[in-house]
């Protein structure tokens, strides 16, 4: 019988991986859950009450269910979008690659992705201003777009590995092009784009930077609220860290429903 050894490099590397993770949590639970008198005594102690009042108090200063609206609209629409859209896009550019518009068209969304937000902030908002886009329709419609680039990348190679001849036979069967592509193509790209679908879904719910230069303060989204607690000379902390749980628990749900999906995922996606 072969003993097994344990090993102790992976184990320490794990166990400060999950440290790093963990300790962030704790003090974020623990100040949500403490009285500023509390907190001043120590910040790293367990509370000694537990003031849940914080997190009502939270929900009135951020209009929290006016922002979680906002942003589940956003987040939902986008996701729909970049999966019908983006994977359209690269299904034309890699079964017509050998054609140099397309070859030119695939180069040209793949530079997009070398240029950093901060270069086109000004001229979006300007266009976006002129075109009366800056509401929650112009930001899905610019979320949609962004992230063009990486998605198209990522499609392009995994549609370029299906075989050919299943779309001979649904052509032979008198399927037209956008009835092979919904009925044999968008199935078969359902581990990439679960991928693309939890990255997407992840960035729009986070996303700071565009909410901030394009919506009003009837739209702000959950990220932009939590401004609602820094003050000029003072921070409330223990609201501020009870609202932040509040805006990341949808998201923890969304995994713990979908991590079958994101693991099946991001593995198919690799052994393809």
Known sequence: MIKKSTNWPVTILIALGSLLILFPLYMTIAI???????????????????????????????????????????????????????????????????????????????????????????????????????????II??????????NVFVYTGYIRSIPYELEEAATVDGASTFGTFWKIIFPLLAPVSATIGILSCLSTWNDFMLPLILLGEDSYTLPLVQYVFQGQFSTDFNLAFASYLLALTPMLIVYLFAQKWIISGLTSGSIK
């Open 141 to 150: 419609i610019l979320y949609v777009v962004y992230g063009l680039a990486f």
């Open 32 to 138: 949500a859950l403490k009285n500023p008198e509390e907190m001043a005594q120590s910040i790293f102690s367990l509370p000694t009450g537990l003031h849940f009042e914080n997190f009502s108090n939270a929900i009135k200063a951020t209009n929290f269910f006016n922002a979680l609206g906002n942003s589940t609209v956003i987040t939902i629409t986008t996701v729909v979008f970049i999966l019908l859209t983006n994977s359209m896009v690269a299904y034309a550019i890699a079964r017509n690659m050998k054609r140099r518009f397309f070859k030119v068209l695939y180069f040209y969304f793949i530079s997009a992705m070398f240029i950093p937000f901060q270069i086109i902030m000004l001229p979006v908002v300007k266009v976006t201003t002129d075109l009366h886009m800056n509401n929650i329709v112009g």
